[in-house]
């Protein structure tokens, strides 16, 4: 599965940007997906993951209640709506498609990555 991401952009902290995931190659509903995002100097950390059917949901402690992941398999893409956008949210977001069991916090659990989509916030 070959997967696009979007949306990213500059916006004022407290501002609210949508991130969306396309893929192409397979069906999305084939797998679980993440948002993952890496600040420069930074390890890549997870955001947010969604099942199959987009009926269980995690997120990272730091964007609990902020971030909102969602799907939409009859249009092959993932979204990622974020508001109350902080400074320390800025970094490139990406996308990535998990053939496993369970929904995975852990980046190697994913098979298959987007390029990234930079998101950038000013205080």
């Known amino acids: 599965v070959q997967l696009q991401a979007s949306g990213g952009g500059l916006v004022q902290a407290g501002g609210s940007l949508r991130l969306s995931c396309a893929a192409s190659?397979?069906?999305?509903?084939?797998?679980?997906m993440g948002w993952f995002r890496q600040a420069p100097g930074k390890e890549r950390e997870f955001v947010a993951a969604i099942n199959r059917r987009g009926v269980i949901t995690r997120y990272a402690d730091l964007v609990q209640g902020r971030f909102t992941i969602s799907r939409d398999n009859a249009k092959n893409s993932v979204y990622l709506q974020m508001n109350s956008l902080k400074p320390e949210d800025t970094a490139v977001y990406y996308c990535?498609?998990?053939?496993?069991?369970?929904?995975?916090?852990?980046?190697?659990?994913?098979?298959?990555w987007g390029q990234g989509t930079q998101v950038t916030v000013s205080s």
């Open positions: 990535a498609a998990d053939r496993g069991i369970s929904v995975s916090m852990v980046s190697t659990s994913y098979d298959y």
């Open positions: 190659g397979r069906t999305l509903s084939e797998y679980i």
